[in-house]
């Protein structure tokens, strides 16, 4: 290929290249994106924690909520209420007893709810819980003892003992809750 100028970005522009595409009905590329199928733009809320706060935060799909202790919970019945938008944009809000959690077909909502009530450790902020996580949807049910099984191994073939270390502690913490049931 021969070299035939300068490009506009300021690199060469290549004889035989393809004109750039102009936007279509005069939208950005992002507005187009976001455009597919009806899709809603995606956009995230970040709620700020307050001290009655077990849990706020957000994932990668645009999932963002925060979890209270309900007003009637108890010790033999520990009750949430996560409230916040889905992937969607939706608002949303739940009633999670804790004690019905099952990690082996749990959302990712129930998990944080588990997560911050049960008090596992948190290393240097990073999350108790798989990786993949980042991509759940707020009604995605996965099993996080088998999430944990793989990211154990994934991260024991990459050599990363401490990490690996710390998921198996995170793992062990889960069925404990488990065996109390």
């Known amino acids: ?8 970005a300021g690199y060469p522009a290549l004889q035989g290249a393809r004109k750039a595409q102009q936007n279509v009905a005069g939208k950005s590329f992002a507005e187009s994106a976001n455009n597919v199928a009806g899709a809603k733009p995606h956009t995230s809320i970040v709620y700020m924690k307050t001290d009655d ?7 990668g799909t645009g999932l963002s909520f925060y979890i209270k202790y309900a007003e009637g919970s108890t010790e033999d019945d520990p009750t949430v209420i996560a409230k916040g ?14 004690n019905k959690i099952n990690p082996k077909c749990a959302s990712i909502v129930e998990m944080r709810a588990l997560e911050a009530h049960t008090g596992v450790k948190k290393l240097g902020g990073f999350t108790s819980l798989p990786l993949e996580t980042g991509a759940m949807g707020l009604n ?8 944990f099984q793989k990211q154990i191994s994934d991260m024991k073939l990459l050599s990363q003992k401490r990490t690996a270390a710390y998921y198996q502690y995170s793992m062990q913490a889960y069925w404990d809750f488990m065996n109390k049931k």
Do not use: P, W
């Open 1 to 8: 290929m021969n070299v035939n100028g300068i490009g506009a």
């Open 53 to 59: 706060m077990l849990y706020s935060g957000c994932n």
């Open 85 to 98: 938008v889905d992937e969607n944009g939706d608002e949303f809000e739940q009633t999670i007893h804790i």
């Open 140 to 147: 995605d049910r996965m099993d996080f003892m088998d999430m």
